[in-house]
């Protein structure tokens, strides 16, 4: 059995991000001999059935959760562009647009940008921990798709509160605070006193034990160093830190159907120029090549386990983690109305 579990998954129901249909990344999971896995598409959790039911046939416990855009909560550090070197700069450079290409570039597109090229919008991974954090979850989604303009739902710290505070101080909803979150972009921007205020924040609404913080790194020019000051920002604040992939295609082959996706959502040409990856390594990569990255943080960090620990922290949170579709879901039961409409008695 492979004891790694990936807890930030996405599937082709992120519209326009994720390249693998569920079914596909829950056949390669148990390829690596992988007995959990999670789905955290984006936006939604359009894809929770058919994964549950991939999961089921395959023999895996399923996780799930969902990757949320949040509204800045507080003051954001400005940004390096510290992005791994593009395929463009492995080539010829070309010099970066300073304003949108013609046809509406920047929707949603590059890592750094949104709509009229202001800086993206911070994203967050909450995932259920039981039935009751999965209800939370829901009705979080639903509340974040109304609250939002259509096609552009964005959450905030008040819904989190709102709808999943209650839920993550009881234990049954956890966050993932990485590398696009406030957190990881104050990190980036070397503000570690800005890091804290967010942390801070997301424990008073969540609960500390509630709070997680993501590294991942995809091992681009400076992703270990910069993984490694995550871990090491979560050791000073005593918070636990679980390894990610941020999986986005089932085999590093599917690298290229990213790339298309990518420029659909930019509403740009399929170039070199708009290609921003580095590698192919967004993959659901088996447990060995995941336990290689922790080894490569962990030492750029300071530590001399060879990122057991974080492996160890990622496998302890994939168990609380993971839910049976049935009992805690109730996917396959038998549902029936509620004879009680609106609280008047009528049927």
Same mark, same amino acid.
Not at 3 to 19: D, E, I, Q, W
């Given at each position: 059995m492979d004891?790694?579990?990936?807890?930030?998954?996405?599937?082709?129901?992120?519209?326009?991000?994720?390249?693998s249909h569920p079914h596909v990344l829950v056949e390669r999971a148990a390829e690596h001999g992988m007995d959990t896995l999670a789905l955290t598409d984006r936006d939604g959790m359009y894809g929770v059935v058919k994964f549950a039911t991939a999961c089921r046939k395959a023999?895996?416990?399923?996780?799930?959760?969902?990757?949320?855009?949040?509204?800045?909560?507080?003051?954001?550090?400005?940004?390096?562009?510290?992005?791994?070197?593009?395929?463009?700069?492995?080539?010829?450079?070309t010099p970066s647009r300073r304003t949108p290409a013609r046809g509406g570039a920047f929707l949603d597109g590059h890592?750094? $940008?949104?709509? !009229?090229?202001?800086?993206?919008?911070? &994203?967050?991974?909450?995932? #259920?921990?039981?039935? /009751?954090?999965? =209800?939370?979850?829901?009705?979080?989604?639903?509340?974040?798709?109304?609250?939002?303009?259509r096609g552009t739902p964005v959450s905030s710290l008040d819904l989190v509160a709102q709808y999943a505070g209650a839920a993550a101080q009881s234990g049954a909803v956890a966050v993932l605070l990485g590398p696009a979150s406030e957190l990881g972009r104050a990190l980036a921007g070397r503000r570690p006193d800005?890091?804290?205020?967010?942390?801070?924040?997301?424990?008073?609404?969540?609960?500390?034990?509630?709070?997680?913080?993501?590294?991942?790194?995809? $091992?681009?020019? !400076?992703d270990a160093a910069r993984a490694? &000051?995550?871990?090491?920002? #979560?050791?000073?604040? /005593?918070?636990? =830190?679980?390894?990610?992939?941020?999986?986005?295609?089932?085999?590093?082959?599917?690298?290229?159907?990213?790339?298309?996706?990518?420029?659909?959502?930019?509403?740009v040409a399929l170039d070199a120029r708009h290609v921003d990856r580095v590698n192919a390594e967004a993959a659901l990569l088996s447990g060995k090549e995941?336990?290689?990255?922790?080894?490569e943080i962990a030492r750029m960090a300071g530590r001399d386990d060879d990122g057991r620990a974080l492996l160890a922290r990622t496998r302890t949170e994939a168990e609380r983690c993971a839910v049976?579709?049935?009992?805690?879901?109730?996917?396959?039961?038998?549902?029936?109305?509620?004879?009680?409409?609106?609280?008047?008695?009528?049927?």
């Open positions: 004891p790694f579990v990936h807890l930030h998954v996405a599937s082709g129901y992120s519209l326009r991000h994720g390249a023999g895996i416990r399923p996780v799930f959760g969902v990757d949320l855009a949040i509204a800045p909560a507080g003051p954001v550090a400005s940004r390096p562009d510290h992005r791994s070197q593009s395929l463009r700069e492995q080539g010829r450079r890592p750094d $940008r949104h709509p !009229g090229g202001a800086p993206s919008l911070p &994203r967050v991974v909450l995932l #259920a921990r039981d039935g /009751r954090g999965w =209800a939370a979850l829901c009705r979080l989604v639903s509340a974040t798709h109304l609250a939002g303009e800005l890091a804290r205020d967010h942390l801070d924040r997301w424990r008073d609404v969540l609960g500390r034990d509630a709070v997680v913080v993501e590294v991942v790194s995809h $091992r681009g020019q !400076g490694a &000051r995550m871990l090491g920002f #979560a050791d000073e604040v /005593r918070a636990s =830190a679980v390894l990610t992939n941020v999986v986005r295609y089932a085999d590093r082959a599917d690298a290229p159907t990213a790339d298309v996706l990518d420029a659909a959502r930019r509403l995941m336990a290689e990255v922790a080894a049976d579709p049935r009992a805690d879901l109730g996917i396959g039961e038998v549902h029936f109305p509620e004879l009680m409409v609106g609280g008047n008695g009528s049927s």
